[in-house]
């Protein structure tokens, strides 16, 4: 009896054995700490998503403009019944497929004087991944794609000191370069009325009133949280007068707003004012950026 008991156990001692050595490897993966663990704990953690931005809803842009504004940026002609002059304030209504994101109205003004139109549109912009940018960083990046369409500068210091500084020292051996050879007095001879002609031209060809830097395209300070003033003058035609249009983009928080007032004279040979034309518009945008802010 002996012997066999001792032939059963050499049998079943390995196999019980191994089964330990299984178990205890098994534990070791599943309770430990090593590479085994899958613990989402202890992953890294996510950012929290940005809260939606401030306006949920657009206005109504044909009823956006006040009455009285209206009349003063599109007067009406006197022959106009009093229905149509109801209709031309009512304005039109542009197509729009989500009233929440973009909508917009225009206005359209003839007078013997001149044709006027007008032009507001409002565009809210949603971020669809507010834990990358938050709504108003996606507007920002909207109202920079259209400040840098109209080659208008971006807000902040600008590097025009150093090429500045930089010009006199390049120009310095340009001048100095022709006395070294042998035909000084050659060169020397037009290059001295050089400086007088462009000192002459301002004098005898005045620019245009866009072209002055005060009245030109520019970016607007406190104009909601930024914003920009776009002029354009129209080419002149044989038998059609310029036109002038200024045309204002402002944002507020994850709202772009767009102003575009455009005047042009009924006969050739006459201008629309810059400073009249883009005060009528900047109120309007003033305006515009209050009633976001009630």
Request: charged share 20%; net charge neutral; aromatic share 4%.
């Amino acid at each position: 009896m002996d012997v066999e008991r001792t032939r059963v156990r050499r049998r079943f001692l390995p196999g019980i054995a191994m089964l330990t050595a299984l178990v205890a490897g098994a534990t070791g993966c599943t309770s430990g700490s090593g590479i085994g663990t899958s613990d989402p704990k202890n992953g890294g953690s996510t950012a929290a998503p940005a809260q939606p931005g401030k306006y949920r809803s657009l206005p109504q842009p044909c009823k956006a403009v006040d009455g009285k504004r209206l009349r003063a940026m599109l007067p009406a002609s006197d022959s106009l019944t009093t229905e149509q002059r109801e209709q031309l304030y009512a304005g039109t209504a542009e197509p729009s497929y989500d009233a929440d994101r973009h909508v917009g109205c225009r206005w359209n003004a003839q007078t013997p004087e001149a044709t006027l139109l007008l032009s507001v549109t409002f565009e809210r912009v949603v971020s669809y991944d507010r834990a990358a940018a938050s709504d108003d960083d996606k507007a920002r990046q909207v109202y920079v794609r259209r400040l840098t369409d109209a080659h208008l500068p971006f807000p902040g210091p600008t590097a025009s000191p150093t090429p500045a500084a930089g010009a006199p020292a390049s120009t310095a051996p340009a001048v100095s370069a022709p006395p070294a050879a042998g035909t000084g007095p050659a060169p020397g001879t037009p290059e001295a009325p050089a400086p007088s002609a462009p000192s002459s031209a301002p004098s005898s060809a005045p620019p245009s009133p866009s072209a002055s830097p005060e009245l030109g395209s520019r970016v607007l300070e406190g104009l909601g949280s930024e914003g920009f003033l776009d002029d354009k003058l129209g080419a002149a035609g044989a038998t059609a007068a310029q036109a002038r249009t200024v045309r204002i983009v402002f944002r507020t928080s994850n709202v772009i707003v767009t102003v575009e007032y455009s005047v042009q004279p009924s006969g050739p040979g006459r201008v629309p004012p810059a400073t009249e034309t883009q005060d009528k518009a900047r109120q309007l945008a003033e305006a515009l950026a209050e009633r976001f802010n009630e």
